[in-house]
Protein backbone atom coordinates (compact mmCIF):
# COMPACT_ATOMS: atom_id res chain seq x y z
CA UNK A 1 0.00 0.00 0.00
CA UNK A 2 1.54 2.96 -0.06
CA UNK A 3 0.83 6.64 1.72
CA UNK A 4 -1.52 8.18 -0.32
CA UNK A 5 -4.20 5.50 -0.09
CA UNK A 6 -4.05 5.35 3.83
CA UNK A 7 -7.02 4.69 5.09
CA UNK A 8 -8.95 6.46 7.90
CA UNK A 9 -8.35 5.98 11.69
CA UNK A 10 -11.58 4.16 13.55
CA UNK A 11 -12.88 6.35 16.01
CA UNK A 12 -13.75 4.75 19.38
CA UNK A 13 -15.57 7.08 22.00
CA UNK A 14 -15.07 7.10 26.15
CA UNK A 15 -15.71 9.48 29.06
CA UNK A 16 -11.71 9.20 29.90
CA UNK A 17 -8.69 8.21 28.60
CA UNK A 18 -5.65 7.69 30.50
CA UNK A 19 -2.04 7.86 28.86
CA UNK A 20 0.35 4.87 30.57
CA UNK A 21 -0.27 2.09 33.18
CA UNK A 22 2.05 3.35 36.05
CA UNK A 23 1.29 4.06 39.22
CA UNK A 24 -0.82 7.78 38.65
CA UNK A 25 -2.60 6.46 35.43
CA UNK A 26 -3.86 3.50 37.33
CA UNK A 27 -4.51 5.36 40.43
CA UNK A 28 -6.73 7.80 38.89
CA UNK A 29 -8.75 5.00 36.34
CA UNK A 30 -9.29 3.01 39.78
CA UNK A 31 -10.28 6.07 41.47
CA UNK A 32 -13.00 7.06 38.29
CA UNK A 33 -14.36 3.59 38.62
CA UNK A 34 -14.77 3.72 42.57
CA UNK A 35 -16.42 7.58 41.72
CA UNK A 36 -18.39 7.10 38.84
CA UNK A 37 -19.03 3.00 37.53
CA UNK A 38 -21.17 4.09 34.86
CA UNK A 39 -18.67 6.16 32.74
CA UNK A 40 -16.22 4.74 30.27
CA UNK A 41 -12.57 4.42 30.79
CA UNK A 42 -9.33 3.10 29.16
CA UNK A 43 -5.88 3.20 29.86
CA UNK A 44 -3.44 2.51 27.30
CA UNK A 45 0.09 1.52 28.03
CA UNK A 46 2.94 1.52 25.25
CA UNK A 47 4.81 -1.66 27.28
CA UNK A 48 3.75 -5.33 25.73
CA UNK A 49 2.21 -5.68 29.51
CA UNK A 50 1.26 -3.42 32.52
CA UNK A 51 4.89 -3.41 34.03
CA UNK A 52 6.85 -4.19 31.09
CA UNK A 53 8.41 -0.48 30.98
CA UNK A 54 8.13 0.37 34.81
CA UNK A 55 11.28 0.62 36.50
CA UNK A 56 12.14 2.10 39.66
CA UNK A 57 13.78 1.49 43.16
CA UNK A 58 11.41 0.41 44.75
CA UNK A 59 10.91 1.67 48.23
CA UNK A 60 6.97 2.83 48.39
CA UNK A 61 5.38 4.92 51.14
CA UNK A 62 1.55 3.26 51.64
CA UNK A 63 -0.22 7.12 51.52
CA UNK A 64 -1.58 6.70 48.23
CA UNK A 65 -2.01 2.89 48.19
CA UNK A 66 -3.98 3.09 51.54
CA UNK A 67 -6.22 5.79 50.56
CA UNK A 68 -7.19 4.37 46.79
CA UNK A 69 -7.39 0.69 48.36
CA UNK A 70 -8.08 0.89 51.83
CA UNK A 71 -8.52 -2.89 51.82
CA UNK A 72 -5.11 -3.41 49.91
CA UNK A 73 -3.08 -5.09 53.67
CA UNK A 74 -6.08 -7.49 53.49
CA UNK A 75 -5.52 -8.97 50.12
CA UNK A 76 -2.68 -11.28 48.11
CA UNK A 77 -0.35 -8.06 46.83
CA UNK A 78 2.60 -8.19 45.71
CA UNK A 79 3.76 -5.62 48.95
CA UNK A 80 5.01 -7.83 50.96
CA UNK A 81 8.45 -6.87 52.28
CA UNK A 82 8.20 -4.19 55.33
CA UNK A 83 11.24 -1.75 55.73
CA UNK A 84 13.36 -3.03 58.95
CA UNK A 85 16.47 -0.96 58.84
CA UNK A 86 17.53 2.21 57.07
CA UNK A 87 21.23 3.27 56.50
CA UNK A 88 22.32 5.94 54.13
CA UNK A 89 26.52 6.48 53.72
CA UNK A 90 28.76 9.17 52.75
CA UNK A 91 31.42 7.31 50.72
CA UNK A 92 35.01 7.86 49.99
CA UNK A 93 36.79 5.69 47.48
CA UNK A 94 37.68 3.22 50.34
CA UNK A 95 35.43 4.52 53.61
CA UNK A 96 31.76 5.02 54.17
CA UNK A 97 31.00 7.28 57.07
CA UNK A 98 27.28 5.73 58.23
CA UNK A 99 25.15 8.85 59.12
CA UNK A 100 23.43 8.69 62.67
CA UNK A 101 19.49 8.32 61.60
CA UNK A 102 18.85 11.02 64.12
CA UNK A 103 20.60 13.57 62.32
CA UNK A 104 18.06 13.13 59.71
CA UNK A 105 14.98 15.05 58.90
CA UNK A 106 12.36 12.97 59.99
CA UNK A 107 10.92 12.64 56.29
CA UNK A 108 13.54 10.54 55.41
CA UNK A 109 12.31 7.94 57.70
CA UNK A 110 11.82 4.93 56.06
CA UNK A 111 9.69 3.32 58.78
CA UNK A 112 6.38 1.88 57.51
CA UNK A 113 7.33 1.38 54.22
CA UNK A 114 7.38 -1.30 52.06
CA UNK A 115 10.35 -2.38 49.37
CA UNK A 116 8.55 -3.42 46.52
CA UNK A 117 8.88 -4.28 42.23
CA UNK A 118 6.31 -1.29 41.11
CA UNK A 119 6.59 -3.40 37.88
CA UNK A 120 4.40 -6.03 40.48
CA UNK A 121 2.26 -3.43 41.61
CA UNK A 122 1.16 -1.82 38.63
CA UNK A 123 0.44 -5.26 37.60
CA UNK A 124 -1.67 -5.74 40.76
CA UNK A 125 -3.00 -1.89 40.36
CA UNK A 126 -4.37 -3.41 36.69
CA UNK A 127 -6.01 -6.00 37.86
CA UNK A 128 -8.02 -4.31 40.66
CA UNK A 129 -9.19 -1.31 37.57
CA UNK A 130 -9.88 -4.51 35.16
CA UNK A 131 -11.92 -6.08 38.23
CA UNK A 132 -13.96 -2.39 38.12
CA UNK A 133 -14.40 -2.40 34.55
CA UNK A 134 -11.72 -0.59 33.62
CA UNK A 135 -10.25 -1.30 29.86
CA UNK A 136 -6.46 -1.49 29.93
CA UNK A 137 -4.82 -1.82 26.12
CA UNK A 138 -0.85 -2.90 26.71
CA UNK A 139 0.58 -3.06 23.36
CA UNK A 140 -0.44 0.13 22.13
CA UNK A 141 1.22 3.64 22.40
CA UNK A 142 -0.59 6.60 22.19
CA UNK A 143 1.43 8.77 19.56
CA UNK A 144 -0.36 11.73 18.79
CA UNK A 145 -2.93 14.11 20.29
CA UNK A 146 -6.21 14.79 19.22
CA UNK A 147 -7.74 18.73 19.39
CA UNK A 148 -11.01 19.59 18.62
CA UNK A 149 -11.53 23.52 19.19
CA UNK A 150 -8.33 23.80 20.17
CA UNK A 151 -8.93 21.63 23.37
CA UNK A 152 -7.62 18.11 23.49
CA UNK A 153 -9.77 15.79 22.74
CA UNK A 154 -8.10 12.43 22.86
CA UNK A 155 -5.18 10.75 21.47
CA UNK A 156 -4.73 8.46 18.70
CA UNK A 157 -2.30 5.54 18.93
CA UNK A 158 0.71 4.97 16.40
CA UNK A 159 0.36 3.43 13.27
CA UNK A 160 2.07 -0.22 13.08
CA UNK A 161 3.81 -1.92 10.02
CA UNK A 162 5.60 1.25 8.41
CA UNK A 163 9.45 0.21 7.24
CA UNK A 164 12.17 1.97 8.04
CA UNK A 165 11.74 4.09 4.30
CA UNK A 166 8.31 4.77 5.34
CA UNK A 167 6.79 1.95 3.22
CA UNK A 168 3.79 0.30 4.36
CA UNK A 169 4.25 -3.25 5.19
CA UNK A 170 2.13 -6.40 4.50
CA UNK A 171 0.51 -6.29 7.82
CA UNK A 172 0.36 -2.42 8.41
CA UNK A 173 -2.73 -0.88 10.57
CA UNK A 174 -3.80 2.16 10.84
CA UNK A 175 -3.54 3.57 14.64
CA UNK A 176 -6.85 4.09 16.22
CA UNK A 177 -8.68 7.05 17.56
CA UNK A 178 -9.67 7.12 21.14
CA UNK A 179 -11.62 10.26 21.58
CA UNK A 180 -12.66 11.42 25.33
CA UNK A 181 -14.25 13.89 27.12
CA UNK A 182 -11.24 14.35 29.03
CA UNK A 183 -7.67 12.75 28.48
CA UNK A 184 -5.17 12.04 31.82
CA UNK A 185 -1.17 11.87 31.13
CA UNK A 186 0.28 9.95 33.15
CA UNK A 187 3.38 8.66 30.73
CA UNK A 188 5.86 9.22 33.96
CA UNK A 189 8.81 11.73 33.64
CA UNK A 190 9.50 13.67 29.95
CA UNK A 191 6.37 12.10 28.82
CA UNK A 192 6.33 12.22 24.84
CA UNK A 193 2.75 13.79 24.77
CA UNK A 194 3.06 15.79 28.05
CA UNK A 195 6.19 17.57 26.52
CA UNK A 196 3.65 18.43 23.49
CA UNK A 197 1.54 19.69 25.83
CA UNK A 198 3.88 21.45 28.01
CA UNK A 199 5.16 23.59 25.12
CA UNK A 200 1.91 23.74 22.69
CA UNK A 201 -0.30 25.71 26.07
CA UNK A 202 2.80 26.82 27.58
CA UNK A 203 2.26 25.19 30.68
CA UNK A 204 5.79 26.02 32.04
CA UNK A 205 5.63 29.63 32.19
CA UNK A 206 6.57 31.04 34.89
CA UNK A 207 7.81 27.92 36.58
CA UNK A 208 11.49 26.98 37.04
CA UNK A 209 13.13 24.31 34.66
CA UNK A 210 12.32 20.96 34.53
CA UNK A 211 15.36 19.01 36.09
CA UNK A 212 15.71 15.48 35.68
CA UNK A 213 18.08 12.55 37.15
CA UNK A 214 19.02 9.21 34.99
CA UNK A 215 18.73 5.93 37.38
CA UNK A 216 20.46 3.25 36.31
CA UNK A 217 19.26 -0.35 38.16
CA UNK A 218 20.07 -4.06 38.45
CA UNK A 219 18.22 -6.89 39.97
CA UNK A 220 20.61 -9.56 41.94
CA UNK A 221 19.02 -12.91 42.92
CA UNK A 222 21.81 -12.79 46.05
CA UNK A 223 23.44 -15.62 48.38
CA UNK A 224 21.30 -16.23 51.72
CA UNK A 225 23.94 -15.44 53.54
CA UNK A 226 23.84 -11.72 52.08
CA UNK A 227 20.72 -11.51 52.33
CA UNK A 228 18.79 -8.95 55.11
CA UNK A 229 14.96 -8.82 54.19
CA UNK A 230 13.67 -5.25 54.44
CA UNK A 231 17.15 -3.51 54.67
CA UNK A 232 16.96 -0.07 52.96
CA UNK A 233 20.64 1.53 52.17
CA UNK A 234 21.33 4.60 50.55
CA UNK A 235 24.62 6.42 49.92
CA UNK A 236 26.61 9.50 48.11
CA UNK A 237 29.54 10.81 46.98
CA UNK A 238 32.47 7.99 45.48
CA UNK A 239 32.47 7.64 42.63
CA UNK A 240 31.26 10.65 41.52
CA UNK A 241 32.75 14.21 42.51
CA UNK A 242 31.28 16.60 44.70
CA UNK A 243 30.12 18.64 41.85
CA UNK A 244 28.15 15.75 40.49
CA UNK A 245 24.65 15.33 42.00
CA UNK A 246 23.46 11.44 42.55
CA UNK A 247 24.11 8.31 44.86
CA UNK A 248 23.06 4.71 45.15
CA UNK A 249 19.84 2.90 46.38
CA UNK A 250 20.95 -1.00 47.42
CA UNK A 251 17.08 -2.54 48.75
CA UNK A 252 16.52 -6.46 50.25
CA UNK A 253 13.13 -7.81 49.24
CA UNK A 254 11.32 -10.84 48.57
CA UNK A 255 13.10 -14.19 47.88
CA UNK A 256 16.70 -13.35 48.16
CA UNK A 257 16.48 -10.21 46.19
CA UNK A 258 18.52 -7.29 46.08
CA UNK A 259 17.55 -4.25 44.08
CA UNK A 260 21.09 -1.94 43.37
CA UNK A 261 20.34 1.45 41.18
CA UNK A 262 22.78 4.56 40.97
CA UNK A 263 21.15 7.99 39.66
CA UNK A 264 23.18 10.91 38.18
CA UNK A 265 21.33 14.17 38.31
CA UNK A 266 21.36 15.28 34.62
CA UNK A 267 22.68 18.98 35.25
CA UNK A 268 26.54 17.38 35.71
CA UNK A 269 29.01 19.31 33.34
CA UNK A 270 31.91 16.77 32.25
CA UNK A 271 30.50 15.57 28.82
CA UNK A 272 33.19 12.47 29.48
CA UNK A 273 30.72 10.95 32.38
CA UNK A 274 29.01 8.12 31.96
CA UNK A 275 26.35 7.57 34.43
CA UNK A 276 26.25 3.69 33.70
CA UNK A 277 30.19 3.17 34.63
CA UNK A 278 30.20 5.12 37.41
CA UNK A 279 27.09 2.76 38.32
CA UNK A 280 29.51 -0.20 37.48
CA UNK A 281 32.50 1.21 39.36
CA UNK A 282 30.38 2.05 42.41
CA UNK A 283 29.61 -1.50 43.17
CA UNK A 284 33.21 -2.44 43.35
CA UNK A 285 32.94 -0.43 46.98
CA UNK A 286 33.63 -2.45 49.48
CA UNK A 287 30.84 -1.44 51.42
CA UNK A 288 28.99 -3.13 48.91
CA UNK A 289 30.76 -5.68 46.81
CA UNK A 290 30.15 -8.41 49.18
CA UNK A 291 26.84 -8.34 48.95
CA UNK A 292 26.97 -9.68 45.42
CA UNK A 293 29.60 -12.35 46.51
CA UNK A 294 27.69 -15.48 44.86
CA UNK A 295 24.90 -13.85 43.20
CA UNK A 296 23.68 -13.41 40.17
CA UNK A 297 22.18 -10.46 38.30
CA UNK A 298 18.82 -11.10 36.50
CA UNK A 299 17.79 -7.93 35.31
CA UNK A 300 19.23 -4.78 33.88
CA UNK A 301 16.98 -1.56 32.89
CA UNK A 302 17.15 2.32 33.30
CA UNK A 303 14.19 5.22 33.43
CA UNK A 304 15.00 9.17 34.03
CA UNK A 305 13.31 10.44 36.75
CA UNK A 306 12.37 14.55 37.52
CA UNK A 307 14.20 16.21 39.92
CA UNK A 308 12.54 19.87 40.23
CA UNK A 309 10.06 19.46 42.42
CA UNK A 310 8.10 22.29 43.91
CA UNK A 311 9.22 24.93 41.54
CA UNK A 312 9.38 22.98 38.24
CA UNK A 313 6.01 21.41 38.21
CA UNK A 314 4.20 23.34 34.89
CA UNK A 315 0.38 24.30 35.06
CA UNK A 316 -1.29 20.83 35.53
CA UNK A 317 -4.39 21.24 33.41
CA UNK A 318 -5.12 22.45 29.52
CA UNK A 319 -8.53 22.28 28.12
CA UNK A 320 -9.38 18.37 27.71
CA UNK A 321 -7.37 17.24 29.97
CA UNK A 322 -4.71 17.09 32.93
CA UNK A 323 -1.20 15.58 33.63
CA UNK A 324 -0.13 13.33 36.74
CA UNK A 325 2.34 12.04 38.11
CA UNK A 326 6.03 12.17 36.87
CA UNK A 327 4.62 13.34 33.98
CA UNK A 328 3.85 16.29 36.07
CA UNK A 329 6.90 16.04 38.01
CA UNK A 330 5.90 14.91 41.25
CA UNK A 331 8.91 13.08 42.68
CA UNK A 332 10.27 14.12 46.14
CA UNK A 333 13.91 13.98 45.15
CA UNK A 334 15.97 13.56 48.26
CA UNK A 335 13.50 11.03 49.49
CA UNK A 336 14.17 8.93 45.95
CA UNK A 337 9.97 8.56 46.28
CA UNK A 338 7.71 9.60 43.42
CA UNK A 339 4.86 6.55 43.58
CA UNK A 340 3.05 7.76 46.63
CA UNK A 341 2.77 11.43 44.93
CA UNK A 342 2.31 9.42 40.83
CA UNK A 343 -0.69 7.34 42.85
CA UNK A 344 -2.06 10.57 44.50
CA UNK A 345 -2.39 13.28 41.70
CA UNK A 346 -4.13 10.43 40.27
CA UNK A 347 -7.10 9.91 42.97
CA UNK A 348 -7.12 13.94 43.14
CA UNK A 349 -7.60 14.49 39.38
CA UNK A 350 -9.73 11.72 39.27
CA UNK A 351 -12.15 13.06 41.99
CA UNK A 352 -12.11 16.54 40.05
CA UNK A 353 -13.03 14.48 36.54
CA UNK A 354 -15.53 12.44 38.25
CA UNK A 355 -17.27 15.89 39.41
CA UNK A 356 -16.94 17.35 36.48
CA UNK A 357 -18.18 14.32 34.47
CA UNK A 358 -21.08 14.60 37.05
CA UNK A 359 -22.17 18.29 36.09
CA UNK A 360 -22.23 17.26 32.37
CA UNK A 361 -19.22 18.93 31.76
CA UNK A 362 -16.63 18.14 29.22
CA UNK A 363 -13.04 19.44 27.42
CA UNK A 364 -12.69 22.37 29.60
CA UNK A 365 -10.03 23.34 31.86
CA UNK A 366 -10.36 21.43 35.27
CA UNK A 367 -8.74 24.32 37.13
CA UNK A 368 -10.18 22.96 40.53
CA UNK A 369 -6.92 19.92 40.14
CA UNK A 370 -4.50 22.94 39.41
CA UNK A 371 -5.84 24.54 42.64
CA UNK A 372 -6.18 22.05 44.98
CA UNK A 373 -2.44 20.24 44.69
CA UNK A 374 -0.46 22.66 46.63
CA UNK A 375 -2.89 22.14 49.22
CA UNK A 376 -2.97 18.32 49.07
CA UNK A 377 -0.64 16.16 50.55
CA UNK A 378 1.56 16.12 47.40
CA UNK A 379 2.51 19.63 47.56
CA UNK A 380 3.00 19.23 51.30
CA UNK A 381 5.45 16.63 50.78
CA UNK A 382 7.49 18.63 47.98
CA UNK A 383 6.99 21.64 49.34
CA UNK A 384 9.79 20.51 52.75
CA UNK A 385 12.54 19.69 50.40
CA UNK A 386 12.10 22.14 47.88
CA UNK A 387 15.55 23.46 48.17
CA UNK A 388 17.92 20.25 48.96
CA UNK A 389 17.94 19.85 44.79
CA UNK A 390 19.12 23.57 44.07
CA UNK A 391 21.66 24.23 47.16
CA UNK A 392 22.95 20.57 46.22
CA UNK A 393 23.52 21.91 42.41
CA UNK A 394 25.05 25.18 43.44
CA UNK A 395 26.91 24.11 46.59
CA UNK A 396 28.06 20.64 45.30
CA UNK A 397 27.43 17.31 47.34
CA UNK A 398 29.34 17.48 50.83
CA UNK A 399 27.63 21.49 51.60
CA UNK A 400 24.87 21.42 49.30
CA UNK A 401 23.45 18.19 50.82
CA UNK A 402 24.43 19.29 54.84
CA UNK A 403 22.54 22.49 54.17
CA UNK A 404 19.72 21.33 52.35
CA UNK A 405 19.45 19.35 55.43
CA UNK A 406 19.59 21.54 57.46
CA UNK A 407 16.53 23.50 55.16
CA UNK A 408 14.32 20.25 55.27
CA UNK A 409 15.03 20.41 59.29
CA UNK A 410 13.79 23.98 59.31
CA UNK A 411 10.77 23.05 56.89
CA UNK A 412 9.99 20.41 58.80
CA UNK A 413 9.38 22.97 61.70
CA UNK A 414 7.72 25.32 59.89
CA UNK A 415 9.24 27.94 58.38
CA UNK A 416 13.02 28.26 56.24
CA UNK A 417 15.53 30.98 56.17
CA UNK A 418 15.72 30.91 52.47
CA UNK A 419 12.45 30.48 50.80
CA UNK A 420 12.37 29.02 47.75
CA UNK A 421 15.75 28.98 45.56
CA UNK A 422 15.70 28.61 41.86
CA UNK A 423 17.18 25.63 39.86
CA UNK A 424 18.97 27.88 37.17
CA UNK A 425 20.06 26.51 33.57
CA UNK A 426 18.06 23.16 32.14
CA UNK A 427 20.13 20.45 32.10
CA UNK A 428 20.60 20.54 28.45
CA UNK A 429 22.57 23.67 28.94
CA UNK A 430 25.11 22.48 31.31
CA UNK A 431 27.57 20.35 29.86
CA UNK A 432 30.89 22.25 29.48
CA UNK A 433 32.88 21.91 26.02
CA UNK A 434 35.26 18.38 26.38
CA UNK A 435 38.17 21.16 25.80
CA UNK A 436 37.37 22.59 28.83
CA UNK A 437 37.12 18.89 30.75
CA UNK A 438 39.37 15.55 31.25
CA UNK A 439 38.32 12.59 29.89
CA UNK A 440 37.27 9.61 32.44
CA UNK A 441 38.93 6.45 32.52
CA UNK A 442 36.64 3.78 33.61
CA UNK A 443 38.00 0.36 35.02
CA UNK A 444 36.85 -2.36 32.65
CA UNK A 445 34.16 -4.63 33.50
CA UNK A 446 34.96 -8.06 35.07
CA UNK A 447 31.91 -9.77 33.68
CA UNK A 448 31.02 -10.80 37.25
CA UNK A 449 30.46 -7.85 39.25
CA UNK A 450 30.97 -5.25 36.76
CA UNK A 451 29.35 -5.64 33.42
CA UNK A 452 29.49 -4.16 30.05
CA UNK A 453 26.38 -1.95 28.47
CA UNK A 454 25.59 -4.24 25.69
CA UNK A 455 25.79 -7.66 27.73
CA UNK A 456 23.18 -5.61 30.54
CA UNK A 457 20.95 -4.94 28.00
CA UNK A 458 20.16 -8.21 26.99
CA UNK A 459 18.70 -8.56 30.78
CA UNK A 460 16.24 -6.01 29.80
CA UNK A 461 14.77 -8.30 27.69
CA UNK A 462 14.34 -5.17 25.15
CA UNK A 463 12.89 -6.45 21.59
CA UNK A 464 11.62 -3.69 18.84
CA UNK A 465 10.34 -4.15 15.34
CA UNK A 466 13.78 -3.57 13.17
CA UNK A 467 11.79 -2.47 10.07
CA UNK A 468 10.25 0.57 11.61
CA UNK A 469 11.33 4.32 11.36
CA UNK A 470 13.46 5.14 13.85
CA UNK A 471 11.68 6.77 16.75
CA UNK A 472 14.79 8.85 18.02
CA UNK A 473 14.52 11.64 15.94
CA UNK A 474 17.75 13.53 15.30
CA UNK A 475 16.00 17.22 13.77
CA UNK A 476 19.56 18.58 12.48
CA UNK A 477 22.20 15.75 11.40
CA UNK A 478 25.16 18.86 11.05
CA UNK A 479 23.84 20.03 14.34
CA UNK A 480 24.99 16.58 15.57
CA UNK A 481 28.38 16.27 13.90
CA UNK A 482 29.16 19.69 14.62
CA UNK A 483 28.17 20.64 17.85
CA UNK A 484 27.76 17.19 20.03
CA UNK A 485 30.88 15.56 18.48
CA UNK A 486 33.25 18.39 17.77
CA UNK A 487 32.55 20.71 20.46
CA UNK A 488 31.21 17.89 23.19
CA UNK A 489 32.90 14.88 22.10
CA UNK A 490 29.92 12.38 21.85
CA UNK A 491 28.08 12.88 24.91
CA UNK A 492 25.29 10.28 23.96
CA UNK A 493 27.36 7.54 23.40
CA UNK A 494 28.06 7.93 27.39
CA UNK A 495 24.96 9.31 28.91
CA UNK A 496 22.79 6.50 26.88
CA UNK A 497 22.45 3.50 29.27
CA UNK A 498 21.86 1.32 26.24
CA UNK A 499 24.35 1.92 23.73
CA UNK A 500 22.22 3.21 21.13
CA UNK A 501 24.49 6.13 20.06
CA UNK A 502 27.97 5.96 18.36
CA UNK A 503 30.31 8.30 16.51
CA UNK A 504 31.64 5.67 13.88
CA UNK A 505 34.89 6.52 11.88
CA UNK A 506 34.18 5.16 7.96
CA UNK A 507 36.14 6.60 5.49
CA UNK A 508 37.76 9.55 7.37
CA UNK A 509 34.47 10.45 8.20
CA UNK A 510 33.30 10.57 11.80
CA UNK A 511 29.00 9.07 11.05
CA UNK A 512 26.21 9.27 13.70
CA UNK A 513 24.88 5.29 14.55
CA UNK A 514 21.80 4.67 16.14
CA UNK A 515 21.10 1.39 17.34
CA UNK A 516 17.59 2.40 18.12
CA UNK A 517 16.64 -1.35 18.27
CA UNK A 518 18.59 -1.19 21.70
CA UNK A 519 16.09 2.06 23.34
CA UNK A 520 15.27 1.19 27.00
CA UNK A 521 12.94 4.36 26.82
CA UNK A 522 14.61 6.05 29.45
CA UNK A 523 14.67 9.54 27.84
CA UNK A 524 17.64 10.80 28.86
CA UNK A 525 19.15 11.57 25.27
CA UNK A 526 15.47 14.00 24.94
CA UNK A 527 16.65 15.49 27.95
CA UNK A 528 20.35 16.16 27.86
CA UNK A 529 21.08 16.45 24.13
CA UNK A 530 22.76 19.79 24.32
CA UNK A 531 21.65 21.48 21.51
CA UNK A 532 17.96 20.16 22.29
CA UNK A 533 18.31 18.44 18.84
CA UNK A 534 17.13 14.63 19.73
CA UNK A 535 13.28 14.11 20.28
CA UNK A 536 12.42 10.50 21.67
CA UNK A 537 8.85 9.54 20.27
CA UNK A 538 7.07 6.29 20.81
CA UNK A 539 7.80 3.29 18.57
CA UNK A 540 5.76 0.77 17.58
CA UNK A 541 3.42 -0.19 20.63
CA UNK A 542 4.35 -2.96 22.44
CA UNK A 543 8.61 -2.23 22.06
CA UNK A 544 11.12 -1.58 24.23
CA UNK A 545 11.84 -3.40 28.01
CA UNK A 546 10.27 -6.46 28.80
CA UNK A 547 11.27 -6.05 32.53
CA UNK A 548 9.43 -8.67 34.32
CA UNK A 549 10.05 -7.28 37.99
CA UNK A 550 11.68 -3.47 38.05
C1 LIG B 1 15.85 4.47 39.41
C2 LIG B 1 14.59 4.95 40.06
C3 LIG B 1 14.36 4.70 41.39
C4 LIG B 1 13.19 5.14 41.99
N1 LIG B 1 12.96 4.79 43.29
C5 LIG B 1 11.76 5.08 43.84
C6 LIG B 1 11.44 4.59 45.12
O1 LIG B 1 12.23 3.90 45.76
N2 LIG B 1 10.23 4.90 45.63
C7 LIG B 1 9.31 5.65 44.91
O2 LIG B 1 8.22 5.89 45.43
N3 LIG B 1 9.61 6.13 43.71
C8 LIG B 1 10.80 5.86 43.14
N4 LIG B 1 11.08 6.30 41.88
C9 LIG B 1 10.12 7.17 41.20
C10 LIG B 1 8.90 6.39 40.71
O3 LIG B 1 9.31 5.28 39.94
C11 LIG B 1 8.03 7.32 39.91
O4 LIG B 1 7.71 8.43 40.69
C12 LIG B 1 6.76 6.63 39.46
O5 LIG B 1 7.03 5.48 38.72
C13 LIG B 1 5.92 7.61 38.63
O6 LIG B 1 4.75 6.98 38.26
P1 LIG B 1 3.98 7.43 36.93
O7 LIG B 1 2.77 6.58 36.85
O8 LIG B 1 3.83 8.89 36.92
O9 LIG B 1 4.98 7.10 35.74
P2 LIG B 1 5.70 5.74 35.31
O10 LIG B 1 5.86 4.83 36.46
O11 LIG B 1 6.91 6.14 34.56
O12 LIG B 1 4.68 5.05 34.32
C14 LIG B 1 4.37 5.62 33.08
C15 LIG B 1 3.76 4.55 32.18
O13 LIG B 1 3.25 5.19 31.01
C16 LIG B 1 3.68 4.47 29.86
N5 LIG B 1 3.73 5.43 28.76
C17 LIG B 1 4.56 6.51 28.65
N6 LIG B 1 4.29 7.18 27.53
C18 LIG B 1 3.29 6.52 26.89
C19 LIG B 1 2.58 6.74 25.69
N7 LIG B 1 2.82 7.81 24.91
N8 LIG B 1 1.63 5.85 25.32
C20 LIG B 1 1.34 4.77 26.11
N9 LIG B 1 1.99 4.52 27.28
C21 LIG B 1 2.94 5.40 27.67
C22 LIG B 1 5.02 3.89 30.26
O14 LIG B 1 5.36 2.79 29.45
C23 LIG B 1 4.79 3.53 31.72
O15 LIG B 1 4.26 2.23 31.84
C24 LIG B 1 12.25 5.89 41.25
C25 LIG B 1 12.47 6.15 39.90
C26 LIG B 1 13.62 5.68 39.30
C27 LIG B 1 13.84 5.94 37.84
S1 LIG C 1 18.22 6.14 23.13
FE1 LIG C 1 17.63 7.72 24.57
S2 LIG C 1 15.77 6.95 25.54
FE2 LIG C 1 16.72 5.22 24.51
S3 LIG C 1 17.96 4.25 26.07
FE3 LIG C 1 19.32 5.69 25.02
S4 LIG C 1 19.18 7.60 26.16
FE4 LIG C 1 17.48 6.28 26.82
Not at 60 to 77: A, C, F, K, S, Y
Not at 421 to 436: C, I, N, Y
Request: charged share 20%.
Amino acid sequence: MNAADVPAREAMEFDVVVVGAGPAGLAAAIRLKQLSPDKSVVVVEKGSEVGAHILSGAVVDPIGLDRLIPEWRGEDTPIKTAVTEDRFYVLSSSTALRLPNFLLPPLMNNHGNFVVSLGDVCRYLARKAEALGVEIYPGFAAAELLFENGAVAGVATGDMGIGKDGHHKAGFARGMELRAKYTLIAEGARGSLAKVLIERFGLAQDRQPQKFGIGLKELWQVAPEQFHSGLVQHTMGWPLDNKTGGGSFLYHFGDNLVAVGFVVHLNYQNPYLSPFEEFQHFKTHPLVRGTFAGGTRICYGARALTEGGWQSVPKLVFRGGALIGCAAGFMNVPRIKGSHNAILSGILAADHVAAALGEGRTHDELTNYETAWRASPIGRDLWRVRNAKPLWSKLGTLFGVALGGLDMWTNTLGFSVLGTLRHGKPDWATLKPAAQCHPIAYPKPDGRLTFDRLSSVYLSNTNHEEDQSVHLLVRDPSLQKSSEHDVYAGPSARYCPAGVYEWVEEAGQERYVINAQNCVHCKTCDIKDPNQNITWVPPEGGGGPNYPNM
